[in-house]
């Protein structure tokens, strides 16, 4: 059997924290939470104090810093695989049984980076369905902690976003899998969504929106991850540059602070064209 331990990375968490965590612990032998809030959130949890561990200074480190940081304490304590999430993601009770069992029956787990699963559909298959894809998200995900080190670790440079994108890409340039289990479903948020009027047809749809700050993140990392590798795998890169594309185009129209995205727009491209990566300090 595989020792998995878990982590989960916090920023100014709200009170439904403690029903997501609650969703997976069973998954898991002992699960990390992690706060990047700057000042420490006040959180209180009543899990036993054995199997979660609470890290909270006070500092914003990023995504790929403490991911690194988890992988470190659960490699020294043993374990084989790391669960990531989200604060705002949890798996319903039949979703997270499938997983381990579908995880346990995967032969050849020695050549995986990381497992993944859906969170855009709910999938309707119950057996197990195995996918190799070349991108998995953070939230959700089995991170195979001995390909880890073989790796170096998620890239510090990202700060976040792009993280797991960049991760699954050196992997899979180094001739390891990611694969995904279509038939796990993952609930996540993916920013903030509401209903907005096209400007086109006059029709309300669902669009999600993106502070600027963290737009400045998107576009300067998907340039970065593109730099990298858009040679060893050029199919996949028109889809991200278009989706890129789209958020901007949606914060841009429906968004409240458009002389502010449009100055970190630049920022990002500029940071990126010199170089200047990790944490923005303005």
Same mark, same amino acid.
Request: hydrophobic share 40%.
């Given at each position: 059997?595989?020792?998995?331990?878990?982590?989960?990375?916090?920023?100014?968490?709200?009170?439904?924290?403690?029903?997501?965590?609650?969703?997976?612990?069973?998954?898991?032998?002992?699960?990390?939470?992690?706060?990047?809030?700057?000042?420490?959130? /006040?959180?209180?949890?009543? $899990?036993? %104090?054995?199997?979660? &561990?609470?890290?909270? =200074?006070? !500092?914003?480190?990023?995504? @790929?810093?403490?991911?690194?940081?988890?992988?470190?304490?659960?490699?020294?304590?043993?374990?084989?695989?790391?669960?990531?999430?989200?604060?705002?993601?949890?798996?319903?009770?039949?979703?997270?049984?499938?997983?381990?069992?579908?995880?346990?029956?995967?032969?050849?787990?020695?050549?995986?980076?990381?497992?993944?699963?859906?969170?855009?559909?709910?999938?309707?298959?119950?057996?197990?369905?195995?996918?190799?894809?070349?991108?998995?998200?953070?939230?959700?995900?089995?991170?195979?902690?001995?390909?880890? /080190?073989?790796?170096?670790? $998620?890239? %510090?440079?990202?700060? &976040?976003?792009?993280? =797991?994108? !960049?991760?699954?890409?050196? @992997?899979?340039?180094?001739?390891?899998?990611?694969?995904?289990?279509?038939?796990?479903?993952?609930?996540?948020?993916?920013?903030?969504?509401?209903?907005?009027?096209?400007?086109?047809?006059?029709?309300?749809?669902?669009?999600?929106?993106?502070?600027?700050?963290?737009?400045?993140?998107?576009?300067?990392?998907?340039?970065?991850?593109?730099?990298?590798?858009?040679?060893?795998?050029?199919?996949?890169?028109?889809?991200?540059?278009?989706?890129?594309?789209?958020?901007?185009?949606?914060?841009?129209?429906?968004? /409240?602070?458009?002389?502010?995205?449009?100055?970190?727009?630049?920022?990002?491209?500029?940071?990126?064209?010199?170089?200047?990566?990790?944490?923005?300090?303005?």
């Amino acid at each position: 059997m595989e020792k998995i331990f878990g982590v989960v990375i916090l920023y100014h968490p709200d009170f439904q924290i403690k029903d997501n965590i609650a969703s997976y612990l069973p998954f898991i032998e002992k699960l990390l939470v992690i706060d990047n809030s700057e000042p420490a959130a /006040k959180i209180s949890f009543d $899990f036993p %104090e054995d199997k979660v &561990i609470i890290i909270a =200074d006070g !500092e914003n480190k990023g995504i @790929a810093a403490r991911l690194n940081q988890a992988a470190s304490y659960a490699v020294a304590e043993g374990a084989t695989w790391l669960l990531t999430m989200d604060q705002d993601s949890f798996f319903d009770e039949d979703n997270i049984n499938r997983y381990r069992q579908c995880f346990d029956a995967y032969e050849g787990k020695d050549k995986v980076a990381m497992f993944g699963v859906e969170y855009e559909q709910r999938p309707q298959a119950i057996h197990c369905e195995y996918f190799e894809t070349d991108m998995l998200i953070t939230s959700g995900s089995l991170v195979n902690l001995g390909l880890l /080190k073989k790796l170096e670790g $998620f890239d %510090e440079a990202l700060f &976040i976003d792009e993280v =797991d994108s !960049e991760y699954c890409f050196r @992997a899979n340039s180094k001739g390891f899998k990611t694969v995904k289990l279509s038939n796990v479903y993952l609930h996540h948020s993916l920013g903030i969504a509401g209903a907005y009027r096209s400007l086109k047809n006059f029709k309300k749809s669902v669009r999600t929106l993106h502070a600027p700050i963290r737009i400045y993140y998107m576009v300067r990392n998907s340039l970065y991850v593109a730099e990298k590798y858009k040679h060893n795998l050029p199919a996949s890169f028109p889809l991200r540059r278009k989706t890129v594309l789209n958020r901007i185009k949606n914060n841009l129209l429906y968004g /409240k602070e458009k002389t502010k995205l449009l100055r970190y727009i630049w920022l990002a491209y500029r940071h990126y064209k010199s170089g200047k990566m990790g944490k923005l300090m303005l």
